[in-house]
Nanobody, 121 residues
Framework: QLQFVESGGGLVQPGGSLRLSCAAS????????IGWFRQAPGKEYEGVSC????????WYADSVKGRFTISRDNNKNTVYLQMNNLKPEDTAIYYC??????????????WGQGTQVTVSS
């Protein structure tokens, strides 16, 4: 059964940092890009970052380039998102998900519970 368990969200001041974690299990694909989407209040889901299953190449949305870093621990089937220099516009629910293409889109599996990130002073 496909499952994503997200954690690490919270409340942080502008300029602060958070590290999100995603434990993924229950899928078999020849190729995928696993990573993060986010949904701010009243907005559509937005792809933030993902890391590919074959060569570990990464993709970032322009809005987070230079501030966010994605990584993975294959032994733990876990993906991490280090978020630095957070801005109020980063406030959203962050979801871990798989995409079969890059840039990532909502084309595989369903949304989990996500983890709330709030950037506010």
């Amino acid at each position: 059964q496909l499952q994503f368990v997200e954690s690490g969200g919270g409340l942080v001041q502008p300029g602060g940092s958070l590290r999100l974690s995603c434990a993924a299990s229950g899928f078999t694909l020849d190729y995928y890009c696993i990573g993060w989407f986010r949904q701010a209040p009243g907005k559509e889901y937005e792809g933030v970052s993902c890391i590919s299953s074959d060569d570990g190449s990464t993709w970032y949305a322009d809005s987070v380039k230079g501030r966010f870093t994605i990584s993975r621990d294959n032994n733990k089937n876990t993906v991490y998102l280090q978020m630095n220099n957070l801005k109020p516009e980063d406030t959203a629910i962050y979801y871990c998900k798989i995409s079969t293409v890059v840039p990532p889109v909502d084309d595989f599996g369903s949304w989990g519970q996500g983890t709330q990130v709030t950037v506010s002073s």
